[in-house]
């Protein structure tokens, strides 16, 4: 079975990503969240090291509560700086902590995060391949930043917004390709 050239197909893990999960809509707000945070961890490293740690880090950050996340302390801080099983940027570990409040105050306003994406995406997919930024990922990344999210550069976003289905990328080779025809 053909599938997209980036996907490690020695890796268990990265195909089943690549088969059941990436750029498959999923607007659920805890995976939303989850997706969010991961993908910020990625910055400077590839998807697999992430995905190769992501039941490493579902342990670490709680299943990714986001209610226990925004509560973090600077102890739970040290702790997950020594956890060798995820990726260990002091930086980035802030960051999570930092977006995650972000995160849940855009919950607040917008009802869901999801209805927050929405005012950029207008409820559509974008079919496109062969690309890292698009004006999309631009305009989102500018207001995320502007709100104090952390690690969500317009690559970053754009990697994102594959990952939850938004933009859905799978290239014309990959048994999964598809248009939006």
Known sequence: MVRCKWCNLKNPKYIEYHDNEWCKQNYDDKYLYEMLILESFQAGLSWECVLNKRESFR???DNFDI??????????????LK??????????IKAAINNSKIFKKLQNEFGSFYSYLNKFTNNKIIYEIGKTTNQLSDNLSKDLQKR?????????????????????????ECFMYKNKN
């Open 59 to 61: 342990e670490a950050f």
């Open 83 to 92: 956890n060798e099983k995820i990726i260990r940027n002091k930086l980035k």
């Open 67 to 80: 209610d226990k996340v925004c509560c973090y302390s600077d102890t739970k801080v040290n702790e997950l």
């Open 148 to 172: 104090g999210m952390k690690f969500v550069g317009s690559t970053i976003v754009y990697s994102y917004l594959q990952a939850i289905g938004i933009i859905y990328s799978h290239e014309k």
